[in-house]
């Protein structure tokens, strides 16, 4: 273990043991790094490590404080290591998607307010109002999305799956490009999650949100296996013969900020 690791490791189980608890100061540098064991260098590259993992704040002319250890910020960072994946793991995260989701949607039913049941509606409405809008019907489906997890009151469920919504996002405006009435579809099921929640049956809701999420992966599948057998080709479309699926990126659906 480098002497920067062990500094770290020292530091944080400070931080665990409640010694340097959510919003407490650090000591000055000289005497933490005696209280440590460790050198004043090996300390200051710790705290920058620690600083990059939401776990220390430095308030410059004040000093170095334990963040607040949320878990938005403790996670930030997934929704960038999840972007950097290759596309050829990209069926793993909708897995991932689909073992999480369903079961938030079902909590969400037994938890979920008028107030909060009254924003999803709404993002349903934009849904069918952008039918035919394939990039602006996907922003709201995310919105949509994370409403409902919203609803569960579970911030680490959250922010777990608001870090792997932006990398299926680009994938689910690509297919709505070149699926025919997969807008349709899509609204079609996002219909059946509000219709479970708004009326509070948990099942119904898991089973709507499972519903949906199995489709995409089910269409993604069979992209995947199309493009391992037919190079150069996708779902049979000569015209879609440069996109890059495997190994690349998805297309950007634009410049505009999709998250």
Same mark, same amino acid.
């Given at each position: 273990?480098?002497l920067?690791?062990?500094?770290?490791?020292?530091?944080?189980?400070?931080?665990? +043991?409640?010694?340097?608890?959510?919003?407490?100061?650090?000591?000055?540098?000289?005497?933490?790094?005696?209280?440590? #064991?460790?050198?004043?260098?090996?300390?200051?590259?710790?705290? /920058?490590a620690? %600083?990059?993992? *939401?776990?220390? $704040? %430095?308030?410059? #002319?004040?000093?170095?404080?334990?963040?607040?250890?949320?878990?938005?910020?403790?996670?930030?960072g997934?929704?960038?290591?999840?972007?950097?994946?290759?596309?050829?793991?990209?069926?793993?995260?909708?897995?991932? *998607?689909?073992? !999480?989701?369903?079961?938030?949607?079902?909590?969400?039913?037994?938890?979920? +307010?008028a107030?909060?049941?009254a924003?999803?509606?709404e993002?349903?409405?934009?849904?069918?109002?952008? *039918?035919? $809008?394939?990039? /602006?019907?996907?922003r709201?489906?995310?919105?949509f999305?994370?409403a409902?997890?919203?609803?569960?009151?579970?911030?680490?469920?959250?922010?777990?799956?608001?870090?792997?919504?932006? *990398?299926?996002?680009?994938?689910?405006?690509?297919?709505?490009?070149v699926?025919?009435? +997969? +807008?349709? /579809?899509?609204?079609?099921?996002?219909?059946?999650i509000y219709?479970?929640?708004?009326?509070?049956?948990?099942?119904?809701?898991?089973?709507?949100?499972?519903m949906?999420?199995?489709?995409?992966?089910?269409?993604?599948?069979?992209?995947?296996?199309?493009?391992?057998?037919?190079?150069?080709?996708?779902?049979g479309?000569?015209a879609?013969?440069?996109?890059?699926?495997? #190994?690349g !990126?998805?297309?950007?659906? #634009?410049?505009?900020?999709?998250?």
């Amino acid at each position: 273990m480098s002497l920067t690791d062990e500094a770290i490791s020292r530091i944080r189980a400070l931080v665990q +043991s409640g010694e340097l608890p959510p919003g407490a100061r650090l000591p000055p540098e000289h005497q933490l790094a005696a209280h440590l #064991g460790v050198s004043r260098n090996g300390l200051r590259e710790a705290v /920058k490590a620690l %600083v990059v993992a *939401r776990v220390l $704040d %430095v308030r410059r #002319g004040d000093g170095t404080y334990v963040t607040s250890l949320e878990p938005r910020l403790l996670l930030e960072g997934l929704g960038l290591a999840v972007e950097l994946l290759r596309d050829d793991t990209l069926l793993e995260i909708v897995q991932v *998607r689909r073992m !999480l989701e369903p079961a938030a949607t079902a909590l969400a039913a037994s938890r979920i +307010s008028a107030e909060q049941l009254a924003e999803v509606g709404e993002h349903l409405t934009a849904m069918c109002a952008a *039918r035919d $809008d394939v990039e /602006k019907l996907n922003r709201h489906d995310a919105a949509f999305h994370r409403a409902v997890v919203r609803a569960t009151g579970n911030e680490t469920l959250s922010t777990l799956l608001e870090g792997i919504s932006g *990398r299926t996002l680009r994938m689910r405006v690509w297919r709505g490009t070149v699926e025919t009435g +997969s +807008s349709h /579809k899509t609204i079609a099921e996002h219909e059946a999650i509000y219709n479970a929640l708004a009326a509070g049956d948990a099942t119904l809701a898991q089973a709507a949100a499972l519903m949906h999420i199995g489709t995409t992966e089910t269409w993604l599948r069979s992209v995947l296996e199309d493009v391992e057998g037919s190079p150069g080709e996708v779902d049979g479309d000569p015209a879609l013969a440069d996109t890059e699926i495997v #190994g690349g !990126l998805w297309p950007e659906p #634009g410049s505009e900020e999709t998250r």
